[in-house]
């Protein structure tokens, strides 16, 4: 067994190998602290005959047993289908290992990362980039690695390595994850509390050092076990197919990708591509190999006229966005609704609020918890005039959901200050290019008309780069024959005063960290420009809610007092919720530190709950002047009520200001007495005084707990 260490941060990381899987290809265990990841890499050894594309398969495994958990569902235990964050980890290795294979490339490789013990204080996501860069490695793979890694946040304005679950959540302003080569950096993944742009590229620089020694330790494994790369046949066209393909395609090929409607461009480039093929493709030349060509002189051809005389196929200025509208309220039964169109690409976002009760069950290796803020993304294949069936969301409809989530969470009320579930789900109607920060924007024209009281609107951009003839071109709002044919997709999202979200990914083999720092300078204006417009459309989030969204509100009770709310065998809730319409009309949600939620149809019943619950749980405080029933009476005194459940003794001697002979000489039961609360004693028993109360005692005020909106 081989094994490697070295420090990231102050932690150790350590590469083992020759122990695990040991028929597979390339295999790899690495630990951080007590977090341990098995990497396997298989490459087939003949191109796939049927391939278009470059079939890489990433899988992320997680194990429940890795932190020691069993599946609190009743019915079934054994992991089944990938967790949103499995498939957002798997997208998180796939994007910065695939630039790094060449063109023309066909095999099959799968990469398969398995959880196999989880510490809950290093998250496994920059671990698993790490494995699966040394696996391909030692697979032999035609891949130009290793590629490193590394988590960087940002807490009391210190940059810091690998933070843990814990500082990340509560002290972090930055969450950064950013993987690269030696010399450049090929992805980055990051969601902030509105970080400036200084600081974000100063942390990207801060994480590429970092991640330094990532690199360093696969290389040293590689070189230690003596792997070379093997020798794998590449789809290579000849310079005559090429040739030939610029023959046919000619002028035909500028006259379509200069037409400004994409449809129109589109259809003319598949009519093209079509001919190139009918022509070219024979016994000897595969038709993807002739696809390859023609996609090779459509990107030269996009990227030299962008290069050479900045021209974009849209006709528009290398920093100019496409014509933007916005609207809102325009669906009558939803809570909320917005809709954001920039140039072709239009997203509809639906905001609908819920109780408590309606917060997803999180229930994963590494968290069991809820969640209140949610962002659902669907991309149906009318949006880019395509047919393809329609089988739930994909990997990538759940990457461009989380992204947009990310974006807004920071600006999401506390649960204290608006207790409700706020479900967001973005339709995009139309797309071509960054529909994924369409839904950025939609979602905050959806939330400020639903009334949820964002602390700032939020809008996004997608930023592109075109390399080559040894000068760059930064492209802003780029279209999709931009990002598909450009070097770079960066999509930034954030408030006017800083970033919240960020997205990078690489078609090339990495960005210069100077460019980066371009490109976020470039991206401030664009965004400052579209809250513009956001603002014109709904300056602020609406100052009521909608009438057919629930009302809810909290009440804080002393958590010795639930038992009190719920009563024996539930029968003092039930009937609340019985008194105020049901279970369909109003519910009643009790966290354990005392915070009470309720929820109804009916705003006036939201009221009314949350004042019974107030009687039930009113504690008595000593000074405090309260009306009384009397309830029983004693020789030595009187009993009284002084709301629901809570009685004190009014001693004989307490009764009046004058010598009592006998209580029913002043009281009697049911009558209706002030009376001032003069001791608590330690068994929590209230002692009261109406004597005190005749005076003077007018002037005490009576407290009751105290309750948020």
Same mark, same amino acid.
């Given at each position: 067994?081989?094994?490697? %260490?070295?420090k990231?941060?102050?932690?150790?990381?350590?590469l083992?190998?020759?122990?695990?899987?040991?028929?597979?290809?390339?295999s790899?265990?690495?630990?951080?602290?007590?977090?341990?990841?098995?990497?396997?890499?298989?490459v087939?050894?003949?191109?796939?005959?049927?391939?278009?594309?470059?079939?890489?398969?990433?899988?992320f495994?997680?194990?429940?047993?890795?932190?020691?958990?069993?599946?609190?569902?009743?019915?079934?235990?054994?992991?089944?289908?990938?967790?949103?964050?499995?498939?957002?980890?798997?997208?998180?290795t796939d994007?910065?290992?695939?630039?790094?294979?060449?063109?023309?490339?066909?095999?099959?490789?799968?990469?398969?990362?398995?959880?196999?013990?989880?510490?809950?204080?290093?998250?496994?996501?920059?671990?698993?980039?790490?494995?699966?860069?040394?696996?391909?490695?030692?697979?032999?793979?035609?891949?130009?690695g290793p590629?490193?890694?590394?988590?960087?946040?940002?807490?009391?304005?210190?940059?810091?390595?690998?933070?843990?679950?814990?500082?990340?959540?509560?002290?972090?302003?930055?969450?950064?994850?950013?993987?690269?080569?030696?010399d450049?950096?090929?992805?980055?993944?990051?969601?902030?509390?509105?970080?400036d742009e200084?600081?974000?590229?100063?942390?990207?620089?801060?994480?590429?050092?970092?991640?330094?020694?990532?690199?360093?330790?696969?290389?040293?494994?590689?070189?230690?076990?003596?792997?070379?790369?093997?020798?794998?046949v590449?789809?290579?066209?000849?310079?005559e197919?090429?040739?030939?393909?610029?023959? *046919?395609?000619q002028?035909?090929?500028?006259?379509?990708?200069?037409?400004?409607?994409?449809?129109?461009?589109?259809?003319?480039?598949?009519?093209?591509?079509? /001919?190139?093929?009918?022509?070219?493709?024979t016994?000897?030349?595969?038709?993807?190999?002739?696809?390859?060509?023609?996609?090779?002189?459509?990107?030269?051809?996009?990227?030299?006229? *962008?290069?050479?005389?900045e021209?974009?196929?849209?006709?528009?200025?290398?920093?100019?966005?496409?014509?933007?509208?916005?609207?809102?309220?325009?669906l009558?039964?939803?809570? #909320?609704?917005?809709?954001?169109?920039?140039?072709?690409?239009?997203?509809?976002?639906?905001?609908?609020?819920g109780?408590?009760?309606?917060e997803?069950?999180?229930?994963?290796?590494?968290a069991?918890?809820?969640?209140?803020?949610?962002?659902?993304?669907?991309?149906?294949?009318?949006?880019?005039?395509?047919v393809?069936p329609?089988?739930?969301?994909?990997?990538?409809?759940?990457?461009?959901?989380?992204?947009?989530?990310?974006?807004?969470?920071?600006? *999401?009320?506390?649960?204290?200050?608006?207790?409700?579930?706020i479900?967001?789900?973005?339709?995009i109607?139309?797309?071509?290019?960054?529909? +994924?920060?369409?839904?950025?924007?939609?979602?905050t024209?959806?939330?400020?008309?639903?009334?949820?009281p964002?602390?700032?609107?939020?809008a #996004?951009?997608?930023?592109?780069v075109?390399?080559?003839?040894?000068?760059?071109?930064?492209? %802003?709002?780029?279209?999709?024959?931009?990002?598909?044919?450009?070097?770079?997709?960066?999509?930034v999202?954030?408030?006017?005063?800083?970033i919240?979200?960020?997205?990078?990914?690489?078609?090339a083999?990495?960005l210069?960290?100077?460019?980066?720092?371009?490109?976020?300078?470039?991206?401030?204006?664009?965004?400052?420009?579209?809250?513009?417009?956001?603002a014109?459309?709904?300056?602020?989030?609406?100052?009521?809610?909608?009438?057919?969204?629930?009302?809810?509100?909290?009440?804080k009770?002393?958590?010795?007092?639930?038992?009190?709310?719920i009563?024996p065998? #539930?029968?003092?809730?039930?009937?609340?919720?019985?008194?105020?319409?049901?279970?369909?009309?109003?519910?009643?949600?009790? /966290?354990?530190?005392?915070?009470?939620?309720?929820?109804?149809?009916?705003a006036e019943?939201?009221?009314?709950?949350?004042?019974?619950?107030?009687?039930?749980?009113?504690?008595p405080?000593?000074?405090a002047?309260?009306?009384?029933?009397?309830?029983?009476?004693?020789?030595?005194?009187?009993?009284?009520?002084?709301?629901p459940?809570?009685?004190?003794?009014?001693?004989?001697?307490q009764?009046?200001?004058?010598?009592?002979?006998?209580?029913?000489?002043?009281?009697?039961?049911?009558?209706?007495?002030p009376?001032?609360?003069?001791?608590?004693?330690?068994?929590?028993?209230?002692?009261?005084?109406r004597k005190?109360?005749?005076?003077?005692?007018?002037?005490? +005020?009576?407290?009751?707990?105290?309750?948020?909106?």
């Open positions: 067994m081989e094994q490697l %260490t070295t990231v941060g102050a932690a150790t990381l350590t083992s190998t020759g122990k695990l899987a040991k028929l597979a290809s390339g790899v265990t690495i630990q951080l602290g007590d977090t341990v990841l098995l990497a396997t890499a298989i087939a050894n003949q191109p796939k005959a049927t391939a278009t594309y470059f079939p890489l398969l990433i899988d495994e997680e194990k429940m047993y890795a932190s020691g958990k069993i599946s609190g569902s009743r019915f079934i235990k054994r992991e089944g289908r990938a967790s949103d964050n499995a498939i957002l980890t798997a997208r998180l994007r910065p290992l695939r630039p790094l294979f060449p063109k023309g490339f066909y095999n099959d490789v799968q990469v398969v990362i398995t959880v196999l013990s989880a510490d809950l204080i290093h998250d496994p996501d920059t671990l698993s980039i790490i494995g699966a860069s040394t696996a391909l490695l030692m697979a032999g793979a035609p891949f130009a590629v490193g890694a590394v988590r960087v946040g940002l807490i009391n304005g210190e940059l810091v390595i690998n933070p843990s679950y814990e500082d990340l959540e509560k002290s972090s302003q930055l969450d950064l994850v950013v993987a690269g080569t030696k450049k950096v090929l992805m980055i993944e990051a969601g902030a509390k509105e970080v200084a600081t974000f590229a100063k942390a990207v620089k801060f994480a590429h050092e970092a991640m330094q020694p990532t690199i360093k330790i696969q290389e040293q494994l590689i070189k230690q076990l003596k792997i070379t790369p093997k020798e794998y590449l789809s290579t066209p000849s310079a197919l090429v040739e030939a393909a610029k023959q *046919i395609m002028i035909k090929l500028t006259d379509a990708i200069y037409n400004i409607d994409k449809t129109q461009r589109n259809t003319a480039l598949s009519l093209l591509q079509q /001919e190139v093929i009918e022509k070219l493709v016994d000897e030349v595969l038709e993807r190999t002739v696809v390859e060509v023609f996609e090779k002189l459509l990107s030269e051809e996009v990227q030299k006229n *962008i290069l050479e005389t021209r974009r196929p849209d006709g528009r200025k290398l920093n100019e966005i496409r014509p933007i509208d916005c609207e809102v309220g325009i009558p039964r939803t809570h #909320g609704s917005g809709l954001f169109t920039r140039g072709e690409t239009q997203s509809l976002t639906v905001t609908t609020l109780s408590v009760a309606d997803q069950l999180i229930d994963t290796m590494d069991r918890t809820t969640k209140r803020y949610l962002h659902h993304y669907n991309f149906p294949p009318y949006a880019t005039n395509e393809r329609m089988r739930g969301p994909g990997r990538r409809e759940i990457g461009h959901g989380a992204l947009a989530e990310k974006a807004l969470e920071p600006m *999401i009320p506390d649960k204290d200050s608006f207790p409700y579930t479900r967001v789900v973005s339709e109607l139309g797309s071509n290019g960054s529909s +994924s920060m369409a839904a950025v924007c939609g979602s024209l959806s939330l400020m008309d639903a009334g949820v964002i602390k700032k609107p939020v #996004g951009i997608a930023m592109g075109i390399t080559g003839q040894g000068k760059f071109k930064i492209l %802003t709002d780029i279209a999709g024959i931009e990002d598909f044919n450009g070097d770079m997709d960066f999509k999202a954030g408030t006017k005063d800083g919240t979200a960020v997205q990078l990914d690489m078609k083999t990495g210069d960290l100077d460019l980066l720092e371009s490109a976020l300078k470039e991206a401030y204006p664009a965004r400052q420009e579209i809250l513009e417009k956001i014109k459309c709904l300056p602020a989030p609406r100052g009521e809610l909608s009438m057919y969204a629930p009302r809810v509100d909290l009440i009770i002393n958590p010795d007092k639930i038992r009190d709310v009563g065998g #539930g029968k003092m809730i039930n009937g609340i919720i019985d008194r105020h319409g049901g279970k369909n009309v109003t519910e009643i949600n009790i /966290e354990e530190d005392g915070t009470v939620y309720v929820s109804s149809t009916n019943f939201v009221k009314q709950v949350i004042a019974e619950i107030g009687n039930l749980t009113r504690e405080e000593v000074g002047l309260y009306q009384g029933r009397v309830t029983r009476i004693m020789d030595f005194g009187a009993f009284v009520e002084i709301f459940g809570t009685e004190g003794l009014v001693h004989i001697s009764l009046d200001n004058s010598r009592v002979a006998k209580v029913t000489d002043i009281v009697k039961e049911g009558d209706i007495i009376v001032i609360v003069t001791e608590i004693d330690s068994q929590g028993r209230v002692n009261l005084s005190a109360a005749l005076n003077g005692g007018n002037n005490a +005020s009576k407290d009751l707990p105290k309750k948020r909106h």
